[in-house]
């Protein structure tokens, strides 16, 4: 099975059974980052950083001269734009994430696009019903540049019987 390919579940996402390692996933959805995104974040989390809420601070203070976008949405924007081609109705619970990175700044008014690698597989010890998809996200803007990546693992359904 592929990603083209998959039976999946009625809410979109594949099953154990139907990721391939090796293949790479571009997602449908891209998204232009705003203003109120990056404030409202860094309020909703309590994240008074004046490099994400202070243009005034960034035009005078830093390198960039405009506030970046806080790598906490960025990182949760790229997971979620493959939550629809992947994941929804049949994720467990994610099981974590590594080697995060943000190789690129990434600002107000950027459109950010995403891909994903089937990078592992492995069945679960503890449930004959559930497998182990090991997935490396990355994140771009408009621009093709790198702007965040990582790894995570999800405990993933199989195939219903």
Same mark, same amino acid.
């Given at each position: 099975?592929?990603?083209?390919?998959?039976m999946?579940?009625?809410?979109g996402?594949?099953y =154990?059974?139907?990721f391939?390692v090796?293949e790479?996933?571009?997602?449908?959805?891209?998204?232009?980052v705003?203003?109120m995104?990056n404030?409202l =974040?860094?309020?909703?989390?309590?994240n008074? &950083?004046?490099?994400h809420i202070?243009?005034?601070?960034?035009?005078h203070?830093?390198?960039?001269? &405009? /506030?970046?976008?806080n790598?906490?949405?960025?990182?949760?924007?790229?997971i979620?734009m493959?939550?629809?081609?992947?994941?929804?109705?049949t994720?467990?619970?994610?099981?974590?994430?590594t080697?995060v990175? =943000? /190789?690129?700044?990434?600002?107000?008014?950027?459109?950010?696009?995403?891909?994903?690698?089937?990078v592992?597989?492995?069945?679960?010890?503890?449930r004959?019903?559930?497998?182990?998809?090991?997935?490396?996200?990355?994140?771009?803007?408009?621009?093709g540049?790198?702007?965040?990546?990582?790894r995570?693992q999800?405990?993933m359904?199989?195939h /219903?019987?």
């Open positions: 099975m592929s990603y083209a390919t998959a999946r579940h009625k809410r996402g594949m =154990f059974e139907d391939e090796g790479i996933v571009e997602h449908r959805y891209r998204r232009t705003t203003q995104d404030m =974040f860094s309020n909703m989390t309590l008074p &950083q004046p490099l202070d243009r005034h601070f960034c035009l203070e830093t390198q960039w001269g &405009q /506030p970046l976008i790598s906490l949405f960025t990182l949760g924007l790229m979620g493959s939550v629809s081609d992947l994941s929804v109705g994720v467990i619970a994610n099981l974590g994430m080697e990175k =943000f /190789p690129h700044p990434l600002f107000e008014n950027d459109t950010v696009h995403a891909t994903t690698e089937i592992g597989k492995r069945e679960s010890k503890s004959a019903d559930a497998g182990i998809i090991e997935f490396h996200h990355c994140a771009y803007n408009q621009d540049r790198l702007v965040a990546e990582c995570r999800a405990f359904l199989k /219903p019987k």
